[in-house]
């Protein structure tokens, strides 16, 4: 089963392309949308989620209700293998508990786009500096994380600059000129200068 926790409007597109794929959707939102019933979605209490989710998408806003939403105390309760998606809040997840819950194998894996304390690695061009975050980088150890620099931010604008960027480089490259290397985050060894 596949569980949406927060049915508001990005929830509700997760919902439509779930179902899409004939997924049983069982969902949890202080709001019920009639839209997500009309799927053939049923709302769910919090607790059923975490004891039946094969799967839990969570899709709410960060408040300080749904704070830490995936702790230490919920991890003990989730099915065992459950795969969780988080591409709304970081915080929405305890990363600590997240952690112990991977190293437990109560959590199968995770896909997050998101990370608690994100805004001090996110954003920025970390190949030639090292990661002093040890949550961090336990996660980015684990072969049963997926994790994405928060891409939800991009606009058309944004997209549109890092493929010219990305063109210009190649385009560089291609014409053997080497001005990339002398970028104060070049991570290329001196000896190959």
């Not at 997500?36 to 039946?52: N, P, R, S």
Request: hydrophobic share 40%; proline share 3%.
């Amino acid at each position: 089963s596949n569980f949406a926790m927060g049915t508001g409007k990005i929830g509700q597109i997760l919902c439509k392309i779930l179902n899409g794929f004939g997924a049983k959707l069982l969902c949890y939102d202080v709001y019920e949308s009639d839209e997500v019933k009309e799927l053939g979605a049923h709302y769910v209490t919090k607790d059923e989620i975490f004891e039946q989710a094969d799967v839990i998408f969570l899709m709410m806003p960060l408040l300080p209700a749904t704070k830490h939403t995936i702790n230490e105390e919920v991890v003990s309760r989730l099915k065992k293998g459950v795969l969780i998606v988080n591409t709304a809040r970081g915080g929405l997840i305890d990363t600590k508990a997240l952690i112990q819950g991977l190293q437990s194998g109560q959590i199968g894996g995770v896909g997050l786009d998101v990370l608690e304390n994100e805004a001090d690695y996110f954003f920025q061009d970390w190949s030639a500096k090292s990661i002093e975050d040890p949550e961090l980088t336990s996660l980015l150890g684990n072969n049963r994380v997926v994790l994405t620099a928060h891409q939800a931010f991009f606009t058309k604008e944004a997209v549109s600059k890092i493929v010219d960027t990305t063109l210009d480089n190649i385009k560089i490259w291609k014409e053997d000129r080497l001005e990339g290397l002398l970028h104060p985050n070049n991570c290329i060894p001196a000896v190959m200068k």
